[in-house]
């Protein structure tokens, strides 16, 4: 079956400029998390959602970042006014059920780079 | 504070030497660990978890308790192997913590 898919691939943005990053969980799993991974880094959790609620946002690092999942399924992310430490690959992650300890399955990631 | 540390940026060895990956955690629970892979051009996945106590791909990782190690071994590398490793802890929630990650090399 289809696994995480995550639009763009890559992203290049003029500091500034908005971003929308999209995350398709595989179908039926209820939890969803984006991570961010800076080069040379382990993967930073950034936000969990359990269907459509966002139960954790304890990791975004501004108030420039924003995540939604209106309708439980499709993710998105969105980073406002875009910093040049916003570059990183931006990885979402989701697992069947809201549960602890779970195996998260994870999507290719989209690289974003911010100019 | 929760931490996992791989202290091993790049680990090179020959085909058919044993591997060993380190992983050190910090944590005053009963964490549950993973090591996940990422081959070159593809996507983080699981290799395996302590709780399953598996071996997959010949890897094996004990969970060391009194040195809160989760150490990723395998007796005879193979050039597939060569990928980068993370290690990673939950603390009995949905959040994972990983390590900065280990570039392992197999040399022919």
């Known amino acids: 079956g289809a696994g995480v898919s995550q639009s763009p691939r890559y992203k290049v943005a003029k500091r500034g400029q908005d971003v929308a990053l999209r995350c398709d969980p595989i179908?039926?799993?209820?939890?969803l998390f984006w991570y961010q991974q800076a080069l040379g880094q382990g993967p930073e959790f950034l936000t969990y959602?359990?269907?459509?609620?966002?139960?954790?946002k304890s990791g975004l690092p501004s108030d420039r970042f924003f995540a939604e999942r209106p309708e439980g399924s499709v993710s998105t992310l969105k980073i406002q006014r875009t910093q040049q430490e916003d570059s990183a690959v931006y990885l979402c992650?989701?697992?069947?059920?809201?549960?602890?300890?779970?195996?998260?399955?994870f999507g290719p990631g989209t690289r974003l780079l911010v100019l | 504070a929760q931490r996992v540390t791989q202290p091993e940026k790049l680990l090179s060895v020959f085909k058919g030497a044993p591997v060993e990956l380190k992983c050190n955690y910090s944590y005053s629970g009963s964490p549950e660990l993973f090591w996940y892979v990422q081959y070159s051009r593809q996507r983080l996945q699981l290799l395996l978890r302590?709780?399953s106590r598996e071996s997959i791909k010949g890897f094996t990782a004990d969970l060391n308790k009194g040195e809160t190690s989760f150490h990723l071994k395998k007796p005879f590398a193979q050039e597939e192997d060569s990928a980068m490793y993370y290690c990673?802890?939950?603390?009995?929630?949905?959040?994972?913590?990983f390590g900065t990650g280990t570039r392992l090399k197999v040399l022919a």
């Open positions: 990673a802890l939950t603390s009995g929630t949905y959040k994972y913590i």
């Open positions: 302590h709780i």
């Open positions: 992650a989701s697992s069947p059920l809201g549960g602890t300890q779970e195996t998260q399955y």
């Open positions: 959602f359990q269907n459509e609620a966002q139960l954790d």
């Open positions: 179908s039926g799993h209820v939890s």
